[in-house]
């Protein structure tokens, strides 16, 4: 199947910083990445959704200033957990779809455990 | 909104027995997942479904579409240690789209 990675896969960061959490898909185009949110024993919640050239689209209650998406490329799409607290600790997954054959289904990248300090 | 149950919440089982889960909602889905996620890691599809009614196998696990498209239900059998993990229905919130939403899960521990 498509691979999907995300870097880093953990990431401890001072409360006021920025980290940025990228998704790659390795060997397709991804036309369309979504970023999702995992607290701990919880289920995955979805953030934004996020199309190869325009601004991402955010669900209710996600802020967009907090958590900048940016997807330049067919192949990489970037979150930027901005002045980061420690509410912001989580585990965050990205996933991808493309188009033709790799359009069946979504593929989801390892994930990123943010920790915040 | 749009949510999805998963019962049981979760559970304890013998290795070699057969396991159940479902998944429940108030709305309509055309299409139903079955994702499995171990610790650490992002979910792994297991199963697709994409008809009302339809039984789609994959090894050891089969899962099914309600005929009433707000359900569907993943049996495992003979389970085994690998089995453990956290198993979570998903369903497209617009149809047509990967955007899913994710039930609450139902995670699974086998005694050896």
């Known amino acids: 199947g498509a691979v999907v990675s995300q870097h880093p896969s953990r990431v401890i960061c001072k409360s006021g910083t920025s980290v940025k959490i990228e998704c790659r898909s390795l060997d397709f185009q991804a036309t369309t990445m979504f970023w999702y949110r995992q607290f701990p024993k919880q289920s995955l919640m979805l953030m934004a959704t996020?199309?190869?050239?325009?601004?991402?689209?955010?669900e209710q209650g996600v802020e967009k200033d907090k958590f900048l998406i940016n997807h330049a490329s067919l192949t990489l799409s970037t979150l930027t957990v901005t002045s980061a607290h420690p509410e912001d600790s989580s585990f965050y997954i990205c996933s991808a779809s493309g188009t033709g054959r790799m359009g069946t289904e979504a593929f989801f990248g390892q994930g990123t455990r943010l920790t915040v300090v | 909104g749009q949510q999805l149950n998963q019962s049981p919440q979760s559970m304890f089982i013998q290795e070699g027995e057969d396991v159940s889960m479902n998944c429940t909602s108030s709305s309509i889905f055309n299409t139903w997942l079955w994702y499995k996620q171990d610790p650490g890691e992002g979910p792994v599809l297991l199963i697709a479904?994409?008809?009302?009614?339809e039984l789609t196998s994959n090894g050891r696990l089969t899962a099914q579409f309600g005929i009433t498209r707000k359900d569907s239900f993943l049996n495992i059998s003979a389970s085994i240690p690998s089995d453990v993990g956290i198993y979570f229905c998903a369903a497209p919130s617009v149809s047509g789209t990967y955007k899913y939403i994710f039930g609450t899960g139902t995670r699974l521990k086998v005694l050896a």
């Open positions: 996020s199309n190869e050239g325009s601004k991402a689209t955010y």
């Open positions: 479904l994409y008809k009302a009614g």
